[in-house]
């Protein structure tokens, strides 16, 4: 059987492939995806493909992987797959999800602080030696130990990052399809209507898949209800964002400040407008690089694409 993967990988996660199938063709580029023609020319023949986020996997590809019978994403995410094409077809989508749950939460967490207390500003003032006295109200933030949190979407990273604000005595409001009462039981959440969550949050964090029904949910509209002081949090999908209307909000100071992990197109350009702004930390979509979690990943992905090949139920299959 021949396995095509996307990107460079530490060679034990490799060599799980390799001791097990005759070719095993990595793309030997950690840093940068595989290039779109090379992509093509490989799924050919290609039984098993274990890609990741970058890669489009799209009815044209899958229309000339004739022999494919597995996908195995390295990332809860599957968006960027044609799930429905290829279950047409027959092939198993398989993903990463669970594992990368507290390191994302922490992460998202992380980001709250780092945006709230200003602390690359603060690192820029060092840098840049501007830092000659000590003021009343140097670099002054918003304080996170008992505000208010708004978690909109209660699925397992939202139950993480609700469990690390438990431990910073905020109230915490969530919105969700459904209530989820083990929160509410847990952490003493509160379930709302989006419109309240907006308004009465100190913080909001957007923690939703990308859907249809997400796409740039948080427009001109949601910053608008939101407060002065707000600081607004994405570790979900950059598309679930109009950045336009978050850039507004941000220039004219309408929300006090944004955290992103995430962009509508990745990498975002280094001219971008939001970046240009000072009341904004971004980060390179690292929500679950953690060492420890990304190996985990890089296995599960592995496991995946291995019971694929071998006509077994997927451990976590895309349904």
Known sequence: MKVVVTRQLPNEIIEMLSNRYEEVVVWEKEDEPIPRERLLREIVDADGLLTNLTDKIDKELLSQATKLKVVSTLAVGFDNIDVVEAKKRGIQVGHTPGVLTEATADLTFALLLATSRRLVEGMD????NRWTSWGPFLLTGQQVHGATIGIIGMGRIGMSVAKRAKGFSMNILYHNRTRHL??????????????DLLEQSDFVVLLVPSTKETHKMIGTAEFERMKKTAVFINTSRGTNVDE?????ALESQSIYAAGLDVFEEEPISASHPLLKLNNITVLPHVGSASIQTRLQMAKLAVDNTI??????TLIHEVK
């Open 125 to 128: 003032v060092i840098r840049e």
């Open 182 to 195: 083990e929160a509410e039981e847990e952490f003493d959440a509160t379930y709302c209507s989006m419109d």
């Open 307 to 312: 019971c694929g090949l071998e006509g077994k």
């Open 244 to 248: 336009d209307a978050l850039y507004k």
